[in-house]
């Protein structure tokens, strides 16, 4: 079986266009999404990256390539309450944090109305 990854970026920006500097990003599997069939599982530890001086940042996530059920991951931001959820396209290298919160919900889900990179 074979193990996939996506490279997820930022930038994140706080609601008045300003940047999201120097702090933590959280991303947690909530939902591995495997089937029977699938072999192997990712580390469920979560995956923290800070942000640099102009909200920039870059991790590492595994995608669920092996089962066509779907993995949702949850990212939470330092300081702030939001805790949007978002599912990684399989086959996707690399996506903008963005991109993944306002078009990839979990099943069941409204993608959130937010302005491109504003999160907190």
Not at 24 to 40: E, H, K, P, R, W
Not at 92 to 102: E, K, N, S
Request: hydrophobic share 35%; charged share 10%.
């Amino acid at each position: 079986m074979a193990t996939n990854t996506c490279t997820v970026t930022g930038p994140v920006l706080l609601p008045d266009g300003s940047a999201y500097a120097n702090k933590y990003i959280t991303f947690q599997l909530v939902s591995v999404g495997a089937g029977n069939d699938v072999g192997t599982f990712p580390r469920q530890q979560p995956v923290s990256v800070q942000t640099d001086a102009s909200g920039e940042f870059s991790a590492t996530l595994w995608v669920n390539g092996d089962s066509e059920v779907s993995s949702a991951y949850e990212v939470t931001f330092e300081g702030s309450s939001s805790r949007p959820q978002f599912v990684i396209p399989i086959g996707t290298v690399t996506i903008d944090l963005g991109d993944l919160i306002a078009n990839y919900s979990p099943t069941g889900t409204e993608p959130q109305d937010t302005p491109a990179g504003a999160f907190y």
